[in-house]
């Protein structure tokens, strides 16, 4: 396959979803200032031919400074084509992420009030041997994508993570370079702001994590994780962080289960498999672009 029919066939996905003018509307920025940054990237190496909707995308995370959302494109592209446990091979019905699907759940919730996207995620699997960090965040990655192309960009993201059932065994499952990479897309390189980060049933097993990795977090990051211990208060919860119409059951809101969400959340991925097939070879022609 080409890279113009690879173009061609990713923008039928592309062109779905949300309304680009509109976009522009409701995140203040202007056409011109995405297509200055496309042409600011085209004599990037490691950087493919962009669509306006990814471009708009990085504008949008970076606050419209167009220096900051190329460098961070730039580093987005970096990571993708050097992070194969990450972006590669990112088929929903493989072993791997199936497997994945089985010991952790993960869904998007409403888009919260302040238009951040929000997102959940649990173990559900005491055993730590069945845990795979990289199936794990790769598929984070991917309902991520999935929920910018489908909605547009935002005001930012709020993640929500559920502690409970997580041993010292989980600790010790991912690598260095594993952590260090996601803290380093997560902070450096994704399209979307982090506004929250709640992590519930906090226990001293995440307090002795969150010491050991906090020289590795930024200041804009750092400041906005929220610590919730088992005997939280959800009715202040909702009142204060995440509404209760835009969390699960399990936790006292007005949505499905997680179980139920997170079903949905799979039949959703496998439903863009193509999708994931057709952006690996997109960005691999930047290799090799690069390479010749």
């Not at 845990?131 to 598929?139: A, R």
């Not at 977090?217 to 919730?228: F, P, T």
């Amino acid at each position: 396959m080409d890279q113009e029919e690879i173009r061609s066939r990713l923008r039928v996905f592309l062109d779905k979803g949300f309304d680009y003018e509109e976009s522009l509307k409701s995140v203040n920025i202007q056409h011109d200032d995405v297509m200055k940054l496309k042409q600011k990237l085209e004599d990037v190496p490691i950087v493919p031919i962009l669509h306006v909707k990814l471009c708009l995308f990085f504008l949008n995370g970076s606050s419209g400074n167009i220096d900051e959302a190329a460098k961070r494109i730039e580093k987005y592209y970096q990571i993708k084509t050097t992070s194969p446990e990450f972006f590669w091979d990112r088929n929903p019905e493989s072993m791997e992420l199936q497997r994945s699907f089985k010991v952790y759940q993960m869904a998007s919730l409403p888009l919260a009030p302040n238009n951040c996207f929000v997102f959940i995620t649990r173990s559900i699997d005491s055993n730590s041997k069945n845990f795979y960090f990289d199936d794990v965040f790769k598929t984070f990655m991917m309902i991520a994508e999935n929920e910018l192309m489908t909605h547009g960009p935002r005001y930012g993201s709020i993640l929500i993570s559920d502690w409970k059932g997580v041993s010292f065994g989980h600790l010790f499952r991912p690598s260095i370079s594993s952590i260090m990479k996601s803290l380093d897309y997560v902070q450096n390189a994704s399209p979307l702001k982090t506004k929250a980060v709640h992590v519930l049933n906090s226990s001293r097993l995440f307090q002795t994590l969150f010491s050991m990795l906090k020289p590795f977090i930024n200041k804009e990051v750092y400041d906005v994780i929220h610590i919730h211990t088992p005997d939280m208060d959800y009715n202040e919860f909702f009142e204060k962080h995440v509404p209760r119409h835009c969390m699960p059951s399990d936790y006292g809101g007005d949505l499905p289960s997680l179980d139920e969400l997170h079903a949905k959340n799979i039949e959703t991925l496998t439903s863009m498999k193509e999708y994931y097939y057709l952006e690996e070879l997109h960005f691999k022609s930047a290799i090799e672009k690069s390479s010749i």
